[in-house]
């Protein structure tokens, strides 16, 4: 894995961006995170420059995304693939193999949740269980989720960092990739993706195979062929790219 970038040609590029841990430090609840009007005012100026050919590539939902953040013309996946809109005033789509999660699944992890003194986040099509603050609960976490589906085929267990997300199976950041290419606008163009967690390899892989760049943020194995080692060195590079842009344009 290499850690020095290529420059990147904004009209020939499609740029790919989680959000936790790859724009924004993480933090000990999803509510928690702050954006800076530095980074917005980036991902306004990527935007323009790759003439729309941005997009947001979250684990959370696209209403927990807009709660903090606000980017008019920006493209954005939620729930790990499940979710897609091409801008803000666009409706929101599903991908078509989306279902509800059963009402027994969500009471018995919120009994579970109330019980070990849990964070239980939610999501209008899934629902994640955060042990970041009792990390010595992880396998505890792993095995009730894995006894609770082991008669469900059609859900699956998402990981991430002191996370465990019950979804749809066969959905990932990967299908998210999939859905925007075929979008006039991010079609024909060289993919790029940043990510920091277990739930980015898929993108990563798919990026791999689509001849594009990708790009692991911070520390732990990964198939991606770069690296940087946290949101701030993805800050840098961007800004380092926009600023060598303006100026071979004078």
């Known amino acids: 894995m290499q850690n020095t970038l290529p420059n990147m040609n904004f009209n020939q590029s499609a740029i790919f961006l989680d959000f936790d ?7 000990p609840t999803p509510d928690a995170v702050i954006v800076s009007n530095q980074l917005r005012q980036m991902l ?10 941005l997009a947001l590539v979250s684990g959370r939902s696209i209403e927990s995304i807009d709660q903090l953040i606000k980017l008019p013309n ?5 729930s790990h693939g499940m979710q897609f809109r091409l801008a803000q005033d666009a409706p929101i ?5 989306v279902t509800p999660l059963p009402k027994h699944i969500i009471i018995s992890c919120e009994q579970f949740c109330a019980q070990h003194q849990l964070l239980l986040e939610h999501k209008p099509l899934s629902i994640a269980l955060h042990y970041r603050s009792h990390p010595q609960r992880e396998s505890q976490v792993e095995q009730f989720l894995d006894h609770l589906i082991a ?23 990967a299908s998210a990739l999939e859905y925007f290419v075929q979008q006039p ?23 791999k195979q689509h001849q594009g760049i990708s790009v692991k943020v911070g520390e732990g194995q990964s198939c991606a062929d770069y690296r940087l080692q946290s949101p701030q060195q ?3 590079y961007f800004l380092m790219n926009l600023k060598s842009e303006e100026q071979h344009a004078r």
């Open 21 to 27: 841990g790859t724009l924004v430090d993480l933090q």
């Open 44 to 53: 306004l100026q990527l935007n323009d420059h790759t003439q729309d050919a």
């Open 74 to 78: 920006v493209a954005v996946s939620g």
């Open 93 to 97: 789509s599903l991908h078509p193999q």
């Open 151 to 173: 008669d469900l085929p059609d859900l699956e267990i998402q990981t991430g960092k002191f996370i465990r997300e019950l979804k749809p199976r066969g959905i990932d950041k």
């Open 185 to 207: 606008r991010f079609s024909g163009r060289t993919p790029w993706y940043f990510g920091d967690d277990v739930t980015d390899e898929h993108a990563f892989a798919w990026v």
């Open 234 to 236: 993805v800050l840098e």
